[in-house]
C-alpha cells in the first residue's frame, strides 16, 4: 500500500511513500509552463521504479499552494481526478507549510524559531505565510510548526516592512526566509543560506499522514488568493447590455483563512 503525492504550486513535484511515509520514488521537473505535459508521465515513473500498481494506492496527496491558478489547477484536478477513479481520499496539504516543515529540518531551526515562507506569485508579487516552530521533531520524526500568519499575497517591499520589521527586545528574532519567491527580490527578502525554495513531495506526503492520523481536515480547495491571470471574456446575458456580473474569476473562492492553523497537525 501507498500514498502518491503531488504539487504543482511551483516546478512540478511527484513523490510515492508508504504508509510510514518512507520514501519510495520522486520525481521533480522544472516545468514551469508545461505542468499538464510533465506530471503525468512522473506519476507513471515512480509507480513503475516503486513496483506499486494504481489499484494499491490508499490515498493521493495534493499541494493547494498558493500558486497562480493554471499551474496549481493542474495538479489538483489531476489528484481529485486519480482519488475518484481509485476510490480513495485526496489529502490537501497548503505547500507553503511543507516548506516550513521542510526548513526546520534543513536548516536545524529550534522551537521557537520562526519561518517566513514565500513562493513566486508573479506580478512582482509573493505568495508568503508565518510559522513557528514548535518541535523540531514531532510525530513520525517530521518537525511541527505553527502557523501565526497569512497565507496571503502582496508585493515582496510589503511583506518585508509588516513580517521583517525589527523585532522588541522581548519579540526576539527575525523570521528565517525561506522560498523561492524570496530569491526574487533579495533587497527585500534576504533568503537564508542552505533555505528549501520549493516544496518537496515527500514532505508534502508525510504531512498529509501525520493529519491523518490527528484526525485533522485535510481540503483539497485551492489557495488562489486571487483572480487568475487568463479571464474568459465577459458575455451579455440574453435580455441584458452588461456582462460585468460574470467577471468573479475562480480565484476568489478561497481565502487565507484556509489553510490549517498548524503544520505539524496540531491545532
Known sequence: MAVLALDTSAS?????????????????????????????PLITEVLAEAGIDRADLTAVVAGTGPAPFTGLRVGLVTARTLAL?????VLGVPSLDALAVQAVSDL???????ILATS?????EVYWARYRVVA???????????????PDVDRA???AQAQLAPPDAAAGQLPVVIGEGAMLYPEFLPVADDAPLVPDATVLARLALVRRAAGADQ???PLYLRRPDVHEP????????????STAGAGSTAGPGATSASAGGAA
Open 85 to 89: 477513479t481509485l476510490g480513495v481520499p
Open 234 to 245: 465577459a458575455r451579455a446575458g440574453a435580455g441584458s447590455t452588461s456582462g460585468a456580473g
Open 108 to 114: 536545524g531551526l529550534r522551537p521557537g524559531a520562526e
Open 219 to 221: 481540503p483539497s480547495e
Open 12 to 40: 512540478v513535484a511527484v513523490s510515492l511513500v508508504d504508509e510510514d511515509g518512507a520514501r519510495l520514488a520522486s520525481r521533480t521537473s522544472d516545468e514551469r509552463r508545461r505542468h499538464a505535459e510533465s506530471l503525468a
Open 157 to 159: 517591499g510589503f511583506v
Open 120 to 124: 513566486d506569485a508573479r506580478r512582482k
Open 136 to 150: 523540531h521533531e514531532g510525530p513520525h520524526g517530521l518537525p511541527v510548526v505553527e502557523l501565526l500568519a497569512g
